[in-house]
Structures are given as C-alpha cells and as structure tokens.
C-alpha cells in the first residue's frame, strides 16, 4: 500500500502511522435491488467497527436516514440546503449560543433523551433540561431566604415546596438549585455589566423536605432566534418565545437527580413552547396574596412589596429513587431487546 502507482502522497504519509482494513467489493450496489447502498454501508460497518453500541448506535441512524430519503426522495438542492443548513448550525454557535443544541431543543429531541434516560414512576415530578443559564457558583442560601437584590425587576413571588418520595416521606437531605429570569425576562448571566450573582441560589430542605424562597415572578423570554434555528422556526410558523418559568436541580442520597422547571397557569405559548419544555403536571396556579399580615409570614418587611400584592406559589416535588429508576430502565431493555 505505499507503492506510488496505488495511492498518492497523503495516503502513504498517514500509512505511516495506520494501515486500515481493506475490503474487496464484491457486490453491484443499485437502488431497488436486493443488494442496496443501505445494505452496503450496513455491511462494511459491521466487518469493521469494533465497539458494539457504536455499531447499534450507527446501524439504527443509517436505517432511518436511509428510510428518510427514500420516504421524501429529496432533491439535491432540497439536501445541499440542508447542508448549508447544518454548516450554519456549527459556524454560528459559540460558548453563548449553541446552535445544534437550539436544533435538537427545538426539534424535540431534547425532551425524548432526557425522558429515555430518567423514567420515573407514576406519581413523580416530571424532568425537563436545564437549560443554559445554570451555573455552578450557585450561592448557598437558607430556606425562607430572598434570592433576588432589591434593584431585581419584577413583582414579588413567595414560592414554597416539599421534596418527598414515592412513599410520600420528606427528603430533608435534599438539596436544591433553583434559578430564574427576572420580570424583564432576563438572567443574571445575560447582564454583563452587572457583578455577581441574582436570582438564583442554592438551598438545603429542612425536615419533611420543606424549602421556602422569595423571589421575583419571573416573565417569558425568547431563545436566540437570529440564526439558523430562527429561520427554521419562522419557516414552519413557530416562534422563539418561551414561557414564563422557574428552574431547579433537585439531589439527594439514593434519589434520582431532577432537573426540572415549573411554569405559571398565566404564562403565554404553554402549548407552544419552543423547546418542547412544558407539561401539563408542571404547570401551576399563582395566587395573589393581598393581606400585609401574610406578607411579614412570608418574611417581607416593611417597603419590600410592589404593586400591592405577593405571588404565592406552591408545589410538591416527588423524587425517584436510584432503585427505582434501575428497574424501570431495565425494563426499557428488555422491550427494545424484544
């Protein structure tokens, strides 16, 4: 294979390193006969790669990619759109701004492998992705503190809730992030010129798994919407506006790992989320609080409360246990497997 009469200058220099495996052909590949591109591919694939998940893993992608084209029979200019479509993706995204994770957020495909890889049992908290703005200098705050500076825009919210178990025991170990856009829409990693964190913290539940905050209710915001992914949402007549929610990062010992979000019954594009986020067990009532009584048992003082009332916000998360996530992914293999 380093004879210059059978392969060229680049090929014997990386010779020099690896030999590959050569193959005879010794098929004639043509479309609607019984030896296709796909089988061809398919064939090479499993003659030569080693790793048995990358062979499934590409073995089921070349099928349904091959099924693809052959369901849509997709012109050429139709797939080198695609490609520039794709080049797009990789050539606009950046540490703020990931392109193909807006593609598979927006396309669904988020949800389906944060659902395939945290199962739970029926009753739990429902999980969802977390999103870009989490981050690890997570202030440690205790239950019932206020996670917002007094300049935070928005109008005041109390939120309260209980981490339990299946069995409907409190978590006291729990420990919980949670982060939020203000009432502007806006993350405190969006405002640059601003120093240190907001609107976000990290607190340990107290016994039967009681945490409380206060905060600012936050408002919807729009994902980036000026690249690739944008045109595609505006060309299948969806838009960028997520709704209104709050984030959290529930662990504990021996539990299942929640990330999850919550959204307010009054938010816009509930049904229309554009990362596919919002479930209908996620969504919550807010209510009200008018009487200042309640607003000094929330831990308001005097001056703090704008516009006249309080958002009081409740919720009940259950987590999954290890055991029990095991058992139900187990039973995922046994069904793919059959």
Request: charged share 25%; with cysteine.
């Amino acid at each position: 294979m380093k004879n210059p009469l059978l392969v060229g200058k680049a090929i014997r220099a990386q010779l020099e390193h690896e030999v590959p495996q050569d193959l005879p052909l010794e098929k004639d590949v043509h479309e609607g006969t019984d030896y296709t591109i796909t089988d061809h591919v398919q064939d090479l694939h499993s003659k030569l790669t080693k790793d048995p998940r990358t062979l499934q893993l590409f073995t089921s992608l070349v099928n349904h990619l091959h099924a693809f084209a052959r369901e849509t029979l997709p012109t050429h200019d139709e797939w080198s759109n695609t490609i520039k479509f794709l080049t797009r993706c990789g050539k606009e995204s950046d540490n703020y701004k990931n392109e193909f994770i807006l593609l598979s957020d927006t396309l669904g495909l988020s949800a389906l492998i944060d659902e395939l890889n945290h199962p739970k049992p029926a009753g739990c908290t429902d999980s969802c992705e977390e999103g870009p703005f989490w981050t690890e200098d997570m202030p440690e705050m205790p239950s019932g503190s206020s996670v917002a500076s007094p300049d935070t825009t928005g109008e005041n919210m109390y939120f309260e809730a209980t981490v339990k178990n299946t069995k409907g025991e409190g978590i006291k170990d729990a420990i919980i992030d949670l982060w939020q856009a203000d009432g502007d829409g806006v993350y405190d990693v969006q405002e640059l010129e601003k120093q240190g964190t907001n609107d976000r913290a990290r607190i340990h539940a107290e016994d039967r798994g009681f945490f409380c905050y206060r905060a600012m209710l936050p408002t919807a915001y729009p994902i980036p919407s000026d690249g690739p992914v944008g045109d595609m949402l505006h060309m299948l007549g969806r838009h960028p506006h997520r709704s209104s929610h709050l984030h959290f990062l529930l662990k504990a010992p021996g539990y299942d790992d929640l990330t999850t979000a919550l959204y307010p019954a009054h938010s816009p594009f509930l049904g229309t989320d554009p990362v596919f986020a919002t479930k209908l067990s996620l969504i919550c009532e807010v209510t009200p609080e008018t009487d200042p009584k309640r607003w000094k048992e929330m831990g308001y003082k005097d001056g703090e409360v704008r516009n006249g009332r309080v958002w009081v916000w409740k919720y009940n998360f259950v987590l999954a246990s290890l055991d029990e996530v095991r058992e139900l992914k187990e039973q995922q293999r046994r069904k793919v497997k059959l």
